[in-house]
Nanobody
Framework: QVQLVESGGGLVQAGGSLRLSCAAS?????????MGWYRQAPGKEREFVAA???????KYADSVSGRFNILRENGKYTAYLQMNSLKPDDTAVYYC?????????????????WGQGTQVAVSS
């Protein structure tokens, strides 16, 4: 089992920035090789945002590429999502996710573990 704890959500004006954090614990060596973020807006399906593996390889959704940056502390199972130039369309509950590979974290159906989510609201 892997436990995930997210933090850093909140309310921000359009054009602003927020930094989300996700700390993994438990069987992280096998279950959290790759870490990522998803989001789910009201009435919409959960969608992939970004992912990073232990080697530092990353993957981003087209909608956030160039604005969001996923980071990971070396040797630790902690990941961050630096969100810049936020838009009202970025408003959603953001979920941390982990899996065995970068590819598995980037697809909803193959995510190993989910966090509880943290709310991000962007006002216009």
């Amino acid at each position: 089992q892997v436990q995930l704890v997210e933090s850093g959500g909140g309310l921000v004006q359009a054009g602003g920035s927020l930094r989300l954090s996700c700390a993994a614990s438990g069987r992280t060596s096998s279950g959290a090789y790759a870490m990522g973020w998803y989001r789910q807006a009201p009435g919409k399906e959960r969608e992939f945002v970004a992912a990073i593996n232990r080697m530092g390889a990353t993957k981003y959704a087209d909608s956030v590429s160039g604005r969001f940056n996923i980071l990971r502390e070396n040797g630790k199972y902690t990941a961050y999502l630096q969100m810049n130039s936020l838009k009202p369309d970025d408003t959603a509950v953001y979920y941390c996710a982990t899996g065995g590979t970068l590819g598995s974290v980037a697809q909803t159906w193959s995510v190993g573990y989910w966090g509880q989510g943290t709310q991000v609201a962007v006002s216009s």
